[in-house]
C-alpha cells in the first residue's frame, strides 16, 4: 500500500484546510486510515481515524472542528480541518492499517497557523 498525503499549506487562525490521503497499491487490505500529528516538541498524537465501514474516532479535543470522511471510488481520505488555531499547527502524517496490524505511512504534510 502505498500512500500520498496533500493539502497542508498556511492559513491564519481561523481558517480551513482539507487534507487528503490517496492510496493504491493493496487497497483492499486496509481497514483502518488515520491522520497522526507532530508539532516540534511535542509528542505524536492521533488526530482522527475511519475504517474501511466508515466509522470514525477523533482526538476529544478536536471534535466538532476536524471531520474524517474518505471517497472510496478514489480510494481517498480527508481530513477537513475548521476553525484552524496555532496550536493545530504541525506535520500532519496519513496512516492505514490492515487487519494484521502492519501499518503504511504516507509523507508528511506541513501545516502552519498564524494568529
Known amino acids: 500500500v502505498q500512500l500520498q498525503a496533500s493539502g497542508g499549506g498556511s492559513v491564519q487562525a481561523g481558517g480551513s484546510l482539507r487534507l487528503s490521503c490517496a492510496a493504491s497499491?493493496?487497497?483492499?487490505?486496509?481497514?483502518?486510515t488515520g491522520w497522526y500529528r507532530q508539532a516540534p516538541g511535542k509528542q505524536r498524537e492521533l488526530v482522527a481515524t475511519?475504517?474501511?465501514?466508515?466509522?470514525?474516532k477523533y482526538l476529544d479535543s478536536l471534535k466538532g472542528r476536524f471531520a474524517i470522511s474518505r471517497d472510496n471510488a478514489k480510494n481517498t481520505v480527508y481530513l477537513q480541518m475548521n476553525s484552524l488555531k496555532p496550536d493545530d499547527a504541525a506535520v500532519y502524517y496519513c496512516?492505514?492499517?490492515?487487519?494484521?496490524?502492519?501499518?503504511?505511512w504516507g509523507q508528511g504534510t506541513q501545516v502552519t497557523v498564524s494568529s
Open positions: 475511519i475504517t474501511s465501514g466508515g466509522s470514525t
Open positions: 496512516y492505514s492499517e490492515n487487519p494484521l496490524g502492519s501499518k503504511f
Open positions: 497499491g493493496s487497497t483492499f487490505s486496509i481497514n483502518v
